[in-house]
Protein backbone atom coordinates (compact mmCIF):
# COMPACT_ATOMS: atom_id res chain seq x y z
CA UNK A 1 0.00 0.00 0.00
CA UNK A 2 2.80 2.61 0.62
CA UNK A 3 4.12 1.83 -2.65
CA UNK A 4 0.96 2.95 -4.17
CA UNK A 5 0.61 6.03 -2.25
CA UNK A 6 4.05 6.91 -3.46
CA UNK A 7 3.43 6.17 -7.21
CA UNK A 8 0.38 8.12 -7.11
CA UNK A 9 1.82 11.41 -5.78
CA UNK A 10 -1.30 11.67 -3.91
CA UNK A 11 -2.17 10.09 -0.69
CA UNK A 12 -5.48 11.56 -0.37
CA UNK A 13 -6.73 10.49 -3.36
CA UNK A 14 -5.14 6.65 -2.81
CA UNK A 15 -7.11 6.24 0.20
CA UNK A 16 -10.28 8.14 -1.52
CA UNK A 17 -9.70 5.84 -3.96
CA UNK A 18 -9.25 2.42 -1.55
CA UNK A 19 -12.27 3.48 -0.27
CA UNK A 20 -14.15 3.89 -3.71
CA UNK A 21 -13.03 0.15 -4.00
CA UNK A 22 -14.65 -1.22 -1.35
CA UNK A 23 -18.12 0.29 -1.79
CA UNK A 24 -17.48 -0.97 -5.82
CA UNK A 25 -16.92 -4.12 -3.93
CA UNK A 26 -19.83 -4.19 -1.93
CA UNK A 27 -18.33 -3.16 1.40
CA UNK A 28 -20.62 -0.24 2.09
CA UNK A 29 -20.30 -0.19 5.94
CA UNK A 30 -16.29 0.19 5.76
CA UNK A 31 -15.91 2.54 2.39
CA UNK A 32 -18.38 4.55 4.62
CA UNK A 33 -16.40 4.47 7.74
CA UNK A 34 -13.16 5.34 5.77
CA UNK A 35 -14.76 7.87 3.94
CA UNK A 36 -16.06 9.46 7.06
CA UNK A 37 -12.71 9.33 9.11
CA UNK A 38 -11.17 11.04 5.90
CA UNK A 39 -13.67 13.57 5.87
CA UNK A 40 -12.42 14.25 9.64
CA UNK A 41 -8.86 14.82 8.82
CA UNK A 42 -9.65 17.06 4.98
CA UNK A 43 -11.90 19.46 7.75
CA UNK A 44 -13.75 22.44 6.29
CA UNK A 45 -10.92 24.02 4.40
CA UNK A 46 -9.42 20.84 2.74
CA UNK A 47 -8.59 19.97 -0.68
CA UNK A 48 -11.20 21.14 -2.72
CA UNK A 49 -11.15 18.01 -5.33
CA UNK A 50 -10.65 15.84 -2.50
CA UNK A 51 -13.47 16.94 -1.16
CA UNK A 52 -15.55 16.81 -3.84
CA UNK A 53 -14.25 13.65 -5.01
CA UNK A 54 -14.98 12.46 -0.94
CA UNK A 55 -18.68 14.00 -0.79
CA UNK A 56 -19.59 12.33 -4.14
CA UNK A 57 -19.01 9.05 -3.71
CA UNK A 58 -19.46 9.17 0.38
CA UNK A 59 -23.45 9.81 -0.65
CA UNK A 60 -23.36 6.56 -2.32
CA UNK A 61 -22.95 5.06 1.37
CA UNK A 62 -25.64 6.27 2.65
CA UNK A 63 -29.55 4.44 3.55
CA UNK A 64 -31.09 7.24 4.41
CA UNK A 65 -31.92 9.98 1.15
CA UNK A 66 -31.81 12.65 2.96
CA UNK A 67 -28.02 11.96 4.22
CA UNK A 68 -27.42 11.08 0.31
CA UNK A 69 -28.34 14.60 -0.75
CA UNK A 70 -26.98 16.34 2.09
CA UNK A 71 -23.32 14.39 1.13
CA UNK A 72 -24.09 15.15 -2.77
CA UNK A 73 -24.68 18.84 -1.74
CA UNK A 74 -21.12 19.23 0.10
CA UNK A 75 -19.83 17.26 -3.19
CA UNK A 76 -21.34 20.13 -5.45
CA UNK A 77 -20.45 23.00 -2.58
CA UNK A 78 -16.86 21.86 -2.50
CA UNK A 79 -16.78 22.13 -6.88
CA UNK A 80 -17.85 25.23 -6.64
CA UNK A 81 -15.54 26.61 -4.11
CA UNK A 82 -13.13 25.55 -6.72
CA UNK A 83 -14.62 26.94 -9.43
CA UNK A 84 -14.85 30.28 -7.05
CA UNK A 85 -11.33 30.14 -5.99
CA UNK A 86 -10.17 30.14 -9.63
CA UNK A 87 -12.96 33.44 -10.38
CA UNK A 88 -10.88 34.98 -7.75
CA UNK A 89 -7.45 34.18 -9.35
CA UNK A 90 -8.52 35.50 -12.09
CA UNK A 91 -9.43 38.73 -10.42
CA UNK A 92 -6.30 39.46 -8.83
CA UNK A 93 -3.91 38.41 -12.08
CA UNK A 94 -6.01 41.49 -13.28
CA UNK A 95 -8.21 39.06 -16.05
CA UNK A 96 -11.47 39.41 -16.78
CA UNK A 97 -13.28 36.62 -14.08
CA UNK A 98 -13.97 34.31 -16.40
CA UNK A 99 -14.91 31.72 -13.97
CA UNK A 100 -18.03 30.56 -15.84
CA UNK A 101 -20.57 28.49 -14.41
CA UNK A 102 -19.36 24.42 -15.32
CA UNK A 103 -22.62 23.16 -14.06
CA UNK A 104 -24.57 25.46 -16.15
CA UNK A 105 -22.98 23.66 -19.27
CA UNK A 106 -19.38 25.44 -19.80
CA UNK A 107 -17.28 24.02 -21.93
CA UNK A 108 -14.11 26.32 -21.18
CA UNK A 109 -13.72 27.63 -17.49
CA UNK A 110 -10.55 29.85 -18.82
CA UNK A 111 -12.60 31.72 -21.61
CA UNK A 112 -9.60 33.58 -22.54
CA UNK A 113 -8.70 35.58 -19.26
CA UNK A 114 -5.76 37.63 -19.58
CA UNK A 115 -3.19 37.76 -16.81
CA UNK A 116 -1.27 41.30 -15.61
CA UNK A 117 1.13 40.53 -18.37
CA UNK A 118 -1.22 40.15 -20.86
CA UNK A 119 -0.50 36.32 -21.01
CA UNK A 120 -2.97 33.37 -20.53
CA UNK A 121 -4.01 33.04 -16.65
CA UNK A 122 -2.94 29.45 -16.17
CA UNK A 123 -5.91 26.48 -15.11
CA UNK A 124 -5.69 25.46 -11.80
CA UNK A 125 -4.62 21.81 -12.11
CA UNK A 126 -7.69 20.47 -10.39
CA UNK A 127 -10.71 22.25 -12.38
CA UNK A 128 -10.21 20.08 -15.38
CA UNK A 129 -11.31 17.02 -13.30
CA UNK A 130 -14.10 18.76 -11.53
CA UNK A 131 -15.54 20.10 -14.84
CA UNK A 132 -15.44 16.55 -15.72
CA UNK A 133 -17.66 15.46 -12.03
CA UNK A 134 -20.24 18.23 -12.64
CA UNK A 135 -22.56 16.17 -15.01
CA UNK A 136 -23.02 13.50 -12.22
CA UNK A 137 -23.12 15.62 -9.05
CA UNK A 138 -25.66 17.12 -10.72
CA UNK A 139 -27.23 13.72 -11.82
CA UNK A 140 -26.42 12.32 -8.61
CA UNK A 141 -28.46 15.60 -6.98
CA UNK A 142 -31.49 14.78 -9.15
CA UNK A 143 -31.82 11.19 -8.56
CA UNK A 144 -31.97 12.08 -4.64
CA UNK A 145 -34.74 14.84 -5.26
CA UNK A 146 -36.68 12.33 -6.82
CA UNK A 147 -36.19 9.79 -3.99
CA UNK A 148 -37.43 12.41 -1.26
CA UNK A 149 -40.79 13.39 -4.08
CA UNK A 150 -39.18 16.95 -5.17
CA UNK A 151 -39.60 16.21 -8.86
CA UNK A 152 -39.02 20.50 -9.75
CA UNK A 153 -35.83 20.19 -7.86
CA UNK A 154 -34.93 17.07 -10.14
CA UNK A 155 -35.84 18.31 -13.08
CA UNK A 156 -32.98 21.59 -12.55
CA UNK A 157 -30.85 19.17 -11.52
CA UNK A 158 -31.11 16.76 -14.62
CA UNK A 159 -31.35 19.65 -17.17
CA UNK A 160 -27.59 20.31 -15.44
CA UNK A 161 -26.32 17.42 -15.81
CA UNK A 162 -27.52 17.15 -19.51
CA UNK A 163 -26.00 20.50 -19.95
CA UNK A 164 -22.96 20.05 -18.31
CA UNK A 165 -22.21 16.72 -19.78
CA UNK A 166 -21.77 18.14 -23.48
CA UNK A 167 -18.37 18.69 -22.48
CA UNK A 168 -17.37 15.40 -22.08
CA UNK A 169 -15.39 13.42 -24.32
CA UNK A 170 -17.08 10.25 -26.30
CA UNK A 171 -15.55 7.70 -24.15
CA UNK A 172 -16.31 5.01 -21.77
CA UNK A 173 -16.98 7.45 -18.59
CA UNK A 174 -19.09 10.38 -21.46
CA UNK A 175 -21.67 7.65 -23.01
CA UNK A 176 -22.12 6.05 -19.30
CA UNK A 177 -23.04 9.53 -17.84
CA UNK A 178 -25.00 10.72 -20.58
CA UNK A 179 -26.99 6.76 -20.58
CA UNK A 180 -27.71 7.90 -16.86
CA UNK A 181 -29.20 11.18 -17.59
CA UNK A 182 -31.12 9.68 -20.43
CA UNK A 183 -32.50 6.65 -17.63
CA UNK A 184 -33.31 9.30 -14.92
CA UNK A 185 -35.24 11.27 -17.69
CA UNK A 186 -37.14 8.42 -18.55
CA UNK A 187 -37.84 6.83 -14.99
CA UNK A 188 -38.81 10.97 -14.53
CA UNK A 189 -41.51 10.71 -17.28
CA UNK A 190 -43.15 7.62 -16.15
CA UNK A 191 -43.62 8.99 -13.30
Same mark, same amino acid.
Given at each position: ????????GDAVMT???? +??? &??????? #??? *???? @? %???? !????????????????????????????? +??? &??????? #??? *???? @? %???? !??????TGTAVG????????????????????HPDIPA??????????????????????????????????????????????????????????????
Amino acid at each position: MVEQQEASGDAVMTRIGQ +AIM &LLHGGDR #EEA *RNRF @G %ALWS !ELGADGDALHRCTLAHYMADTQDDPGDEL +AWD &LRALTAA #EGL *RAAE @G %AGDA !EAGGAGTGTAVGAGASDVRGGAEGADGGPVAEHPDIPAVRAFYPSLHLNLAADYLKLQRPESARIHLQRARAAAESLADDGYGGGVRAAIDRLELRMREQ
